[in-house]
């Protein structure tokens, strides 16, 4: 049940014995936009390495160490059609240290580096300043040195190539961060401090009375009410993109797209985690039975869906000489689970690994909170762990073939060497 401080900054308390730890973790919402994607996340560099009190990293860390070793971290995410700034922190819970007042001081740490950036006369202090950017931009560029996750970021640009916003990876692009200034920076702050709906969650052996008490500290005001799309949806197209890419690489990356039209908020969501299962999801699935195994036509082939976009992603790394081979595999993988062709044990098989990541996750606090945040931003899809597990269940063989007939490809990447590069 979420408690609302301000208007539009929610604070949500999961008391739990199970972890000798607290973990707060406050959450900036906006619409994904291009322009100020590569911005919030240059932000959030800043904002985890130093503040006006601790403006040195040196400075920053012997404050965590201070607090028994607590861990701090900012992050960046795309859900859907949101933007998301995340600002995550750890410790010891007091009971255990005979510290009673180490949450007060842990939440202390955090108004300091939310509230109080080292901003000099209405800019970001330049040397910190320079020093991210420059890291950032050297970021972004390494990720083109990493060819599973280009070839991954390029199929996605590729497969939305017809919006901006999402075509973009989560942490922008490096162009969109080398004339971007200390100052800019700060209107990115200012816009995301004062105008983001917030979540704010904690997890651990807590009183929620003491809890509420301190969070009210934090000097948040109302926010404006902003109506907020989580689901992207695009239509389909009669033409596949096609996109080739040739580089001195040693490995071939096939990469496929395709369009699912399944959201989170659809009960079908369930018979696509079983049809993902099956298709490319796990190790006993047709893509890795079939086109690694069997056939040993790649190093590695899977699929993963994304119930915010409506989009379902094939990657594999392979021989370039193999290419046609293996995309006439892969779609005979498809093939076969729209014509139904799925054995009882297979079927078993999907569900049980499904139900036992499931159980996992409800042992991990940040899946604890991210069931929470979708609890309140897609209303409705709130359900008990005996629900989830039946609605899992009662996934059939006819189901997860309709599903499979909704399937459409709509992206191809391929990156290979040059013809004549041995």
């Known amino acids: 049940m979420a408690i609302e401080l301000k208007k539009n900054v929610r604070l949500t308390i999961l008391p739990t014995k199970k972890y000798k730890t607290i973990r707060v973790f406050i959450r900036f919402t906006s619409q994904l936009a291009a322009e100020t994607i590569a911005k919030r996340t240059l932000l959030t560099s800043l904002l985890e390495t130093s503040s006006l009190r601790y403006p040195t990293q040196t400075a920053f860390s012997t404050q965590l160490a201070a607090l028994y070793g607590a861990s701090f971290g900012m992050n960046v995410n795309k859900k859907g059609d949101l933007h998301q700034v995340n600002v995550a ?88 961060l080398v004339d971007v200034t200390a100052k800019e920076l700060v209107e990115t702050y200012t816009s995301m401090i ?136 892969i779609e005979q993988q498809l093939q076969s689970l729209q014509k139904g062709e799925i054995t009882e044990a297979e079927l078993a098989q999907t569900k049980a690994m499904l139900k036992n990541q499931f159980l996992l996750s409800l042992d991990s606090p940040q899946s604890l909170i991210e069931t929470e945040y979708l609890n309140q931003w897609v209303p409705n899809t709130e359900m008990s762990e005996e629900q989830f597990i039946q609605r899992l269940e009662e996934v059939s063989v006819t189901d997860v073939q309709k599903i499979a007939q909704k399937i459409e490809l709509q992206a191809v990447f391929f990156l290979d060497k040059e013809p004549g590069h041995e």
């Open 89 to 176: 922190m750890s410790f010891v819970n007091g009971k255990y240290v005979a510290d009673e007042k180490l949450f007060a001081q842990a939440i202390s740490f955090l108004k300091e580096v939310l509230f109080s950036p080292n901003i000099i006369q209405n800019e970001f202090e330049t040397k910190n300043f320079l020093i991210e950017k420059n890291n950032l931009i050297a970021y972004m560029r390494s990720i083109a040195e990493d060819k599973q996750a280009f070839a991954s970021l390029s199929l996605q640009e590729l497969y939305f190539s017809q919006s901006s916003n999402q075509k973009i990876p989560s942490f922008g692009r490096p162009e969109d």
């Open 194 to 329: 004062k105008e983001d709906p917030v979540d704010i969650f904690v997890i651990g052996d807590v009183e929620e009375a003491q809890v509420v008490e301190v969070m009210e500290g934090l000097p948040f005001a109302d926010r404006p009410e902003k109506d907020l799309t989580v689901f992207y949806q695009q239509k389909t197209e009669n033409v596949i993109r096609e996109k080739i890419v040739r580089e001195p690489v040693t490995q071939a990356k096939l990469n496929l797209g395709y369009h699912t039209g399944i959201y989170y908020n659809q009960p079908e969501r369930f018979s696509l985690m079983v049809f993902n299962g099956l298709f490319g999801g796990f190790p006993h699935s047709k893509l890795f039975m079939n086109v690694r195994e069997k056939e040993s036509l790649a190093y590695y082939a899977s699929s993963n869906v994304d119930t915010f976009r409506g989009y379902l992603s094939v990657q594999t790394g392979i021989d370039g000489n193999n290419r046609d081979q293996v995309f006439a595999l």
